[in-house]
C-alpha cells in the first residue's frame, strides 16, 4: 500500500460517548489515540452520542466528530447508537470501522455483513460490572463473543484479556495497551485554592462514580484514620443518576475531610494529579487502568486493589492492597502519608511509564494492524467459521 493510499485511508470509531468532553476509559483511550492516527495519515471518524456531545459536527486536533442520536439510557444508549453507527457506515463505506468495548461489538456481524472491514478493541470484561443484572450481563458475554468471532482483527487493552480471548475463541488477539502522555509539570490552575487542598497533603482517587470504582471503599477506609492531617479527593461523575452515587454522596459528605470536586480535566485535573500525596484505585473492574497510568507518570505514589487488570500494570507488590480489605488499605494509606517518597524513587517510576506506557507506541502499533487489514482482501463470515474451514482443506 502505498503512502498516499494511507493518507487517504478511513477510519468510523463506534462505541464511545465522545471525546474531548465525556469521561471514561474508552473515551479517554480514543481521544488519546485518534489524533495520533491522524497524524500517521490516517482519516479517522468518532461517532459520538449526541446526548454528551451537542452541538453538532466539530473537529479535535484533525478527528471528526459527529454526533449521532441514541437513548439517553445506560441499559440501551450504547447498543442503539452502535447500531445507528452501523448502519450510517454501511451507506458512507470508510475503509475500517472499529468497534470499542465488548457491549457494542454485538453488532460485529452486522458491520461484517454489511461488507465493511471491522476491527474490535477489548476494553475489558464489562459484565463483570456491579451494575449490570444477569440479563444484561449475558447480552455483554454475548458482544463479545460476537466481536471475537467476527471481526477481521481483534484488540485487548490488557495483556491478560488478550492471551484470555486467544485461549477461548482460538484466534489472534493483539495486545495493545492504554499508555499516558508524560505530563509537563503542575500547570498553574486554582483548582488547589478552590477546593483548598495543600500539595502532597490529600490522597486522590479519579474514576467514574459506579460501584466497581469502589469509592465507598475508600470512604471507608479513610472514615477510619483518627483525626487525619491530609484530605480524601474524589474526582469524578456519574453518566446517570443511581443509589450507589446517592450513598456516595451521603458518605463522604458524613465524614470530614472528604472533598468530591466532580468531573475534571485539562489542567485542572493535571494539577490534582501532580500535588497529590497519594493515588488509590481501589476497583474490582478495569481493563487497562489509565487513571493509575496517569498518576505514575507524574511519580505519585500509588495503591491499587489486586485485581488482575492492575497487577498487569507490573508494580511491586506494596502498590498493591487486597481487593476489599478496608482496614489494610487504611493501614497502607496512613503508613504512606506519613513519609514522602524520595526524589529519586518518583523518577524511577516516571522513566518506567515513558518507558512503558507511550501513547506514540500504541499509536504507532494500531497504525500498522490497520495497513495490515487494508492490504487484505475482502472476507465473509465469521472469523473462526474461516479458520475451521481453512483447516479442513487441509486435513
Do not use: C
Amino acid at each position: 500500500m502505498t503512502e498516499r493510499r494511507r493518507r487517504k485511508s478511513s477510519v468510523v470509531m463506534l462505541g464511545l460517548r465522545g471525546i474531548n468532553g465525556p469521561q471514561g476509559g474508552v473515551e479517554t483511550h480514543v481521544g488519546a489515540l485518534a489524533p495520533l492516527l491522524v497524524e500517521r495519515g490516517w482519516s479517522i471518524d468518532v461517532l459520538a452520542r449526541q446526548a454528551y456531545m451537542p452541538g453538532g459536527r466539530q473537529s479535535f486536533r484533525g478527528v471528526g466528530i459527529e454526533p449521532i442520536w441514541s437513548p439517553r439510557s445506560s441499559k440501551f444508549e450504547a447498543l442503539v447508537h452502535t447500531g445507528l453507527g452501523v448502519g450510517l457506515a454501511a451507506l458512507r463505506r470508510p475503509d475500517i470501522v472499529h468497534i470499542h468495548a465488548v457491549g457494542p461489538a454485538l453488532l460485529t456481524p452486522a458491520a461484517r455483513l454489511a461488507g465493511l472491514k471491522t476491527l474490535v478493541t477489548h476494553h475489558g470484561y464489562d459484565y463483570d460490572r456491579d451494575k449490570w443484572g444477569r440479563i444484561a450481563k449475558e447480552i455483554l458475554r454475548l458482544g463479545e463473543k460476537m466481536g471475537m468471532h467476527w471481526a477481521d482483527a481483534a484488540v485487548a487493552v490488557a495483556e491478560n484479556v488478550a492471551r484470555d480471548m486467544e485461549a477461548r475463541y482460538g484466534r489472534r488477539v493483539h495486545f495493545l495497551p492504554n499508555g499516558v502522555f508524560m505530563p509537563g509539570g503542575p500547570m498553574g490552575s486554582d483548582i488547589l485554592r478552590q477546593f483548598d487542598l495543600q500539595p502532597g497533603r490529600y490522597v486522590l482517587n479519579v474514576s467514574r462514580l459506579v460501584p466497581e470504582k469502589r469509592q465507598l471503599d475508600l470512604v471507608a477506609a479513610y472514615s477510619r484514620l483518627v483525626s487525619p492531617d491530609f484530605k480524601l479527593v474524589l474526582v469524578g461523575g456519574a453518566d446517570h443518576r443511581s443509589d450507589y452515587e446517592t450513598r456516595l454522596r451521603q458518605a463522604a459528605t458524613a465524614v470530614p475531610g472528604i472533598v468530591m470536586t466532580g468531573y475534571q480535566k485539562g489542567a485542572a485535573l493535571n494539577d490534582l494529579f501532580a500535588h497529590a500525596g497519594l493515588f488509590v484505585l481501589p476497583s474490582s473492574h478495569e481493563g487497562m487502568p489509565i487513571a493509575l497510568l496517569e498518576g505514575l507518570s507524574h511519580g505519585t505514589p500509588v495503591l491499587a486493589s489486586d485485581i488482575a487488570a492492575n497487577l498487569g500494570v507490573g508494580l511491586e507488590a506494596h502498590h498493591y492492597f487486597p481487593l476489599g480489605d478496608i482496614e489494610g488499605l487504611a493501614q497502607r494509606m496512613a503508613h504512606i502519608m506519613s513519609a514522602a517518597p524520595l526524589p529519586v524513587e518518583r523518577m524511577a517510576q516516571i522513566e518506567m511509564v515513558r518507558h512503558r506506557f507511550s501513547w506514540d507506541g500504541v499509536a504507532d502499533d494500531l497504525s500498522a494492524l490497520y495497513a495490515a487489514m487494508m492490504r487484505r482482501g475482502p472476507s465473509r463470515g465469521p472469523v473462526l467459521i474461516r479458520a475451521a474451514q481453512s483447516r479442513s482443506m487441509t486435513k
